[in-house]
Structures are given as C-alpha cells and as structure tokens.
C-alpha cells in the first residue's frame, strides 16, 4: 500500500521549504525529500556564510528570464517586505550592505532554522537522503518511488534548483521530470560566475590575482553594471563579472570602463600642464593599481614615454582605451562556482500566478529549477521565496 499526502515536495531548499510551511498552514499534508543529508545546503554556504536573504529593492528587472513579465505575479504576492517581516518575527539579527542587499548578522543558519520552525507543524513531514526512482501520474495525482518505498499525493512541486554547485548536490533531476511530462526547456548555462581568459590575456594579468578596480562593464546587448573587477588567477571575478556574465555569450566581448568617475583627457591634460616630465607610467599609476599599469604596458597596450610627448591623437587613444576596454573572454568557470544556472523549465508552459504546469494539474515548480535567474544581491532567495509562497497557496 503507498503512503498517501496531499502534498509531495521534492527538494529541501529555499523554496520548497517555503512551499511546504504555507501549505502546511493550510492544513495539506506535505512530505519534503531531499536526496542530501540535511536541508538547505546551499542557504548556509551563500553569503560567505551570512546568507544575502533579499533586497530593500526588488523589481522584474532584477531578473533574466525569456519572459521579463513572467515574475511579477509572484513578486506582489509575496514580497521582499512580507519575508523580513518572518525575519523579524524570528528576532534574527541582518544589515543593510551596499546596493540595498540585506544578510544576517550572525549566521546562514537563522534563516534555515526560521524556515523548519515554519515547518514545524502537525501536518509536515520531512525525510533525508531519499531517492526517488519513478514518478508517474495517476488519476487522482501522482505516484512516487521514494527508495523502497512508493507514495502517493495530489499535487508535486519540484523544488530541486539548477546545476550551480554541483559539490552541493546539483543534478538535472527537475529538468528530467520537465522533460518526461513534455515542457519545454530553456537551455541552460551557467549565471552570475567568473571569466576565464584566452591564454595570452591570461597570462598578463595573472600577475595581478588580488587586484580590484571599481569598473562600469558593459555587455554587447547594452546592459550595464557599475561594480568592483576582480583579477584572478585564471581571469576576471568581481561582483560586476558575476553580474555581467549573465548577459554574456561565448564569442561575445564585454567594454570596461576602468575609470568611470575620471574625464581621463581632462585628467592627463591637467597632469601634463603641471608635470610635462612625468612619465606615463607614473601618471597612470596615481588612477589606477601601479601592477595593473605595468602589465598593459608589459603586453603593448600602452607605451611609456614623458607626458609632454603625448600629442592629440595619442591622447584620444588613451581616452578610448581606458574608457573602452574590450576584452574577450575565453569563457566562465562554469556551474562549479556559478551562483546561479540560467535557463531552465520554460516559463511559458507556467501559470505566473501559481507555478503549476498549464498541461499536467498538479505539477508545480518552484525556485531556480524553472528559466528565472536574479542579479547578484539578494535576488535569487527572494525568487525562492515568493515561488515557493505562491505554489504553496494553491498546492
């Protein structure tokens, strides 16, 4: 005889951990599994520990998706302000960082203990290191091998996020069970990650791993991001990569503003007035990291000479290198250290309001496992958050 529920959830992250505390208030029986040991692995890594909950300001344009409207339903439902008002019930201690991001000020654990304590009631089950072998539909729902054991229930969310992190645990599970119910998939790559480099590129700036500048970078589709670049040692991090990297293609080169606050002919004009001596070098290393200056003359980006040398055409040509600099990567880092996969089950087989599946009753999907990706900051939890609310409302 198979167990029966209303409700089976299959993943104990952020959101089918929301999910099944709101449908566990609505009286549903609910069973989550989780094919990891303990739930919410990935909650108490993010941060550096601190866990970036949410956002002061959260709107569509936060997020890729190939449908910019599809998360705003889920985004009024339950918003950033309803989750750190739960926050604040728990007593749990969080600051404001740049950008409007809010973390614990403590630790990732407040929030992971906060969402049990949700769960925490008559109706709600949990069970760990769980493999689930079939998953059929039936005429009354659906029916699931759970290891030995086989279950039955009225609605299925799949909550089992995307292929960042697979040290976390990361599989395509919710792609496949997509798949086998006949949606439509994005295809997926990795989202808010760093860049690798060509090998000559490479090779010159692997020299200044450590190094950060604050930067505006620009994708070839026009969007914009004003962060620190990071230097690494196998190419280019830095919040304003991870940013970026979610509008980049392979091929594609992206255009860094390596001193957006400076009008560098102004600046170099001034300087040579004053200094006509002064080297180049030397000059550029008052704006910049003195190693960063070295290595683009190192690599014959730049020619070192007096300032008085510089003629009119030599001038533009520093102005549109430093305000312009194009650089190709090689590609990213890939879904090992990516926050984030982007593409996923296609939104359009989705209804906005509910996250269940148009063509199959019952079936529900939840958090980063469909094709919604958040900037950095905050974003991607509060997409977990009212994903998992609004399945939770109506599972």
Avoid at 7 to 32: D, F, P, T
Avoid at 267 to 286: E, F, G, V, Y
């Amino acid at each position: 005889m198979a167990e029966k529920f209303d409700v089976v959830i299959i993943g104990a992250g952020a959101a089918g951990l929301m999910c099944a505390a709101e449908a566990g208030k609505r009286g549903r029986s609910v069973l989550v599994v989780d094919h990891g040991k303990k739930p919410g692995r990935k909650i108490l890594i993010s941060g550096g520990g601190r866990c970036n909950f949410t956002n002061y300001d959260v709107a569509a344009n936060n997020y890729v998706c190939r449908n910019p409207h599809f998360v705003k339903s889920a985004l009024s439902q339950y918003t950033q302000w309803d989750f750190i008002a739960m926050v604040a019930k728990h007593d749990i201690a969080y600051e404001e960082r740049d950008h409007g991001q809010l973390f614990c000020e403590d630790s990732a654990k407040d929030i992971v203990k906060m969402l049990l304590a949700e769960c925490d009631l008559p109706t709600v089950q949990q069970r760990y290191q769980i493999d689930v072998h079939h998953i059929e539909k039936t005429e009354t729902g659906f029916r699931l091998m759970l290891n030995t054991e086989a279950v039955e229930c009225q609605s299925l969310v799949i909550a089992t996020g995307g292929l960042s992190m697979p040290k976390l645990g990361a599989t395509p599970f919710g792609f496949q069970v997509a798949e086998q119910f006949g949606l439509n998939m994005v295809p997926t790559t990795a989202g808010l990650v760093p860049f690798t480099l060509h090998k000559e590129d490479k090779e010159a700036f692997a020299e200044l791993s450590g190094i950060a500048v604050p930067v505006v970078v620009e994708a070839e589709n026009g969007t914009t991001f004003r962060e620190n670049l990071l230097f690494t040692h196998r190419g280019l991090s830095g919040p304003v990569i991870l940013q970026i990297s979610s509008y980049w293609l392979p091929g594609q080169k992206v255009t860094i503003d390596l001193l957006p606050d400076l009008d560098v002919a102004e600046t170099l004009t001034a300087m040579r007035d004053k200094h006509p001596n002064q080297s180049l070098k030397n000059s550029l290393s008052r704006l910049l990291p003195k190693r960063l200056i070295e290595a683009l003359i190192e690599r014959g980006d730049l020619t070192d000479k007096p300032l008085k040398q510089l003629n009119s055409k030599e001038l533009a040509a520093l102005v549109s290198y430093f305000h312009q600099w194009a650089i190709a990567p090689n590609g990213t880092e890939g879904y090992r250290t990516a926050e984030v996969t982007l593409g996923g089950v296609d939104t359009d087989g989705l209804s906005s309001k509910t996250m269940e599946a148009k063509q199959v009753p019952g079936l529900y999907f939840v958090g980063e496992v469909m094709d919604v990706s958040g900037w950095l900051g905050g974003y991607n939890f509060q997409w977990a958050w009212s994903s998992g609310f609004v399945a939770g409302q109506h599972v």
